[in-house]
């Protein structure tokens, strides 16, 4: 919650569409590295759907390190081991926002 006035969550129901690409990643792996660095890095993507661990604000500068060459990769491994990743879907197309139908919204 914000001290700047009221927060709200709004709710969504999601679902699954098999003709939209989607693309998972059940941990932080070499592949889930490589994809975070190349979205960073500006290179786009074809997926409808991105899920998995959110690289917040750390683990960006951490990412930023290893793209520029001053992190190698198994320094990365060791200093975002002890994170908590969080989970995220992001919607990345259109046709992926349209899996999505809004349930309503709560005033906290």
Known sequence: MTK????????????LCMDLKILSFDNMTDEWLDFVAKCRM?????YD????????????NFVEG??????????????VKFNYPTHQIVFCTEEALKTLTFKGSDRL
Do not use: T
């Not at 759907?49 to 960006?60: F, K, N, R, S, T």
């Open 66 to 79: 290893f793209i520029d060459g001053r992190i190698p990769r198994k320094a990365f491994w060791e200093l």
């Open 42 to 46: 500006g290179i786009e993507h074809n």
């Open 4 to 15: 700047k006035g009221e927060s709200v969550i709004n709710r969504y129901e999601y679902e």
């Open 49 to 60: 759907i991105v899920e998995g661990p959110m690289a917040d604000d750390q683990i960006w």
